[in-house]
């Protein structure tokens, strides 16, 4: 588990630890988020709108290249 989060805190250093109590506001601003996705079979195309906080991050993991 150390080696993965060890990982993963490299290849996004912008991922905060936090507790539950602290994660509120985060989740806030996610039950507030109006979004829309548009799959094609190249791409995703996202909108999003209400979006309060920081600039919005994603992070996914696919079984081929993204």
């Known amino acids: ?3 993965f989060l ?5 290849a ?3 991922l905060t630890p936090v507790t539950a109590s ?3 506001p985060y989740f806030d ?4 988020l109006d979004y829309r ?3 094609t079979p190249a791409y995703l195309e996202l909108h999003a709108w209400n979006h ?3 600039a919005a991050r994603l992070y ?3 079984e081929g290249d993204a």
Request: charged letters at 30%; aromatic letters at 14%; proline letters at 4%.
């Open 60 to 62: 996914w993991r696919t």
């Open 37 to 39: 996705v548009k799959r």
């Open 12 to 14: 996004c250093p912008w």
């Open 29 to 32: 601003d996610y039950f507030a």
């Open 1 to 3: 588990m150390e080696a």
């Open 52 to 54: 309060a906080g920081e």
């Open 22 to 24: 602290e994660s509120l």
């Open 6 to 10: 060890g990982e993963l805190g490299a």
